[in-house]
């Protein structure tokens, strides 16, 4: 049986990591303009790699992370000590190859595991941003990754492949570097933020600058973090990553090592207890400004917004190949949704699979390991490696 | 069209009300011995009554209040100035019809709105109980009902009914007291709180429980209240009363007063907008210490615990008309749960009726006039009216 959510560490995964960690400075000469219109630069991108770049350079997979992930997608995390968020996916043998491929995992601008962010110092002030870091777009992300490349001398992307906000990044290269990029994985995401969406952000964004210690941004000049507002948004935003059927075969009613309700406020169902761990063990490893930056990116993100609505224009005359992932229990980003995006995708007469997995587990079935999606990304990877084969026969 | 949550106060409502609000003090010689275990009295119950009782007092239609609610079912509400929240239900010619039943509305045990809760003052200081009020069950405020209805000299009910939490108390009204109720309405409701249900209140609690000026529930003993955690709190249960599809049609991804966005963390979108409006009109009328008892009587809440999760048994023997309605959009109380219900009752042989109401508004579709739900709950108690009406002949 799969165990989703783990509060240990991951047991079964390997001990060994290639990958290679390394943090370089961008935008010092040519700073990067913004989709709000201003400029950030210089600022630093932190990334991982593993496998080994081929000889032309085709053989290159970007994986991009969701919205509280980072670059450590295999091997320990030295922010939490854990093992990495993806190696059922990505390494040697797995589905996201490290054998054959050159897997390069990028943390996103504004977030806090080594990129540039809103804790990072401002080089005007030399203090932390704070709310004077600008508001960011998931293609203001792309931008800074494809700038990354551009100094890795890496031009074309034989893969990029996401889930959630990852999955995102992905159908933003697509769009906005159709040259660069062969293949894009879309798993368990979206095309545009829905109201719902937006909703369950916003309440995840007032509780955090509800926070008395938030003190409009600017905690890190003083001695505490907004811990309490941070964890009530990571516990609201997390129902959502599950399924309703999934919490109630995996928790249900039981109660939290007691045998009857105590009749107070303290953690009675193994339900609360579990939300309350995922809050309280979230604001060590998570910037709360992060927070409301990557979230607020999140809900800007429409495709479509460009091309009046209609989300086939965005992808008309593409030569990418699109393989988009969806779970049947995933109520954040539903299978209606993934299917509205290959219904564009066919109207856009691109080559597109799709896959909607049975699973119970919710949004974060794209996490877990030895479900059916191991099987859609390798056959998918493996037959546009075939094409790809034949093309240079 | 159908308004969905319409900030303005009612436009179609009648001016009149014939109600009659009243608050008597109960428990005094015989405290009430609650499902903890722990006693209270004495204590006050607030309720409003309309219509007229008959001479054999067979009229009787007990309306029970949702998690927010109060007994302000019509006319002006002296708390929110607004209209009642059932006007459309209750009322001359209404499907409660008050020139045919005796209606009564009971602000329920550990609310805000004159029945006795942590706001209230502990007799045995003077000071506001805070959490030395007892921790209260769904079964503990049918209980201190039936004590009011005694009170009045009321034995039997014609009919018990409610929405949302009031379902649940037409259902322990059922349950607890078989012969004194001759029909049950338990409309978008549920017969105990599952666990993502139960992850819902719990950030709702956390989220008040993390504003500083909460102060362990001894707020009303300072100058701040916990307004921004209560607040949040609102908002994220609102989320859970409206459907993904509602949302998408009220507000999808508008704008909030401009015409672009704005690269901040303002209100950008109306659904952002709405939600900060509801968070904040809610923390003029409900105390903080009383969302987070009458959350936690929910979440206790679980007909079918006392036999061995068996619903059937709950119910076995009645006789006891029901009325069970769900809506098709509802994802806080689904038709499924509905359905689990009713089956449970032809298991235990009670008569059942069940309307599965296709409506896209979500769990609030139960406060929303011109619906089918006026048609279902008129032609109900039309004919056990009738029935009735035999039995005399």
Same mark, same amino acid.
């Not at 783990?6 to 001990?15: N, R, V």
């Not at 504004?110 to 704070?130: F, H, I, L």
């Not at 309700?261 to 953690?267: I, S």
């Not at 049947?328 to 980003?333: A, K, M, R």
């Given at each position: 049986m799969i165990m989703l959510f783990?509060?240990?560490?991951?047991?079964?995964?390997?001990?060994?990591d290639d990958g290679l960690a390394e943090v370089v400075t961008l935008g010092r000469d040519n700073p990067l303009r913004l989709d709000s219109g201003k400029v950030i630069g210089p600022f630093e991108v932190a990334y991982k790699c593993w496998g080994k770049l081929n000889r032309d350079r085709s053989n290159v997979i970007l994986v991009c992370h969701a919205l509280?992930?980072?670059?450590?997608?295999?091997?320990?995390?030295?922010?939490?000590?854990?093992?990495?968020?993806w190696e059922n996916m990505v390494?040697?043998?797995?589905?996201?190859?490290t054998d054959i491929y050159y897997v390069i995992c990028i943390n996103v601008?504004?977030?806090?595991?080594?990129?540039?962010?809103?804790?990072?110092?401002?080089?005007?002030?030399?203090?932390?941003?704070? /709310?004077?870091f600008p508001v960011i777009t998931i293609g203001d992300m792309v931008r800074t990754q494809a700038m990354l490349l551009d100094h890795l001398g890496i031009?074309? /992307?034989f893969s990029v492949i996401g889930g959630s906000m990852g999955g995102m990044q992905a159908l933003q290269w697509a769009v906005d570097y159709p040259d660069r990029v062969r293949t894009a994985i879309a798993i368990a995401t979206t095309w545009r933020h829905s109201a719902q969406n937006i909703a369950f952000h916003e309440v995840g964004r007032q509780a955090i600058m509800a926070d008395a210690n938030w003190n409009h941004g600017r905690y /890190?000049?003083?001695?505490?973090?907004p811990h309490a507002g941070l964890a009530v948004a990571r516990m609201a935003a997390h129902i959502t990553y599950m399924s309703e059927s999934g919490l109630t075969s995996r928790f249900g009613r039981s109660l939290q090592?007691?045998?009857?309700?105590?009749?107070?406020?303290?953690?009675?169902?193994q339900i609360e207890s579990y939300l309350r761990h995922q809050g309280i063990s979230f604001v060590d490893r998570f910037d709360a400004n992060s927070y409301l930056y990557i979230t607020r990116a999140m809900d800007y993100y429409d495709l479509s917004a460009p091309h009046d609505g209609v989300l086939a224009k965005a992808f008309q005359g593409t030569k990418t190949r699109f393989c988009v992932v969806s779970f049947?229990?995933?109520?954040?980003?539903t299978t209606d949704e993934s299917r509205h995006m290959v219904r564009s995708l066919n109207a856009a007469s691109a080559r597109v699979s799709f896959a909607d997995i049975d699973m119970?587990?919710?949004?974060?079935?794209?996490? /877990?390991?030895?479900?059916?999606m191991d099987g859609v990304v390798r056959g998918f990877l493996n037959s546009e490696a075939d094409v790809m084969a034949e093309e240079l026969s």
């Open positions: 783990s509060m240990d560490e991951k047991t079964d995964a390997e001990t060994d509280t992930g980072d670059h450590y997608v295999r091997g320990i995390n030295p922010i939490t000590g854990k093992r990495g968020w390494g040697g043998g797995k589905p996201v190859d601008l504004g977030s806090c595991a080594g990129t540039t962010g809103p804790a990072s110092p401002n080089p005007e002030t030399g203090k932390a941003y704070g /709310l004077d031009e074309t /992307l /890190l000049d003083h001695k505490e973090r090592d007691r045998d009857r309700l105590a009749f107070g406020f303290d953690a009675d169902f049947t229990s995933d109520w954040l980003y119970d587990k919710g949004h974060d079935s794209f996490l /877990l390991e030895g479900g059916e």
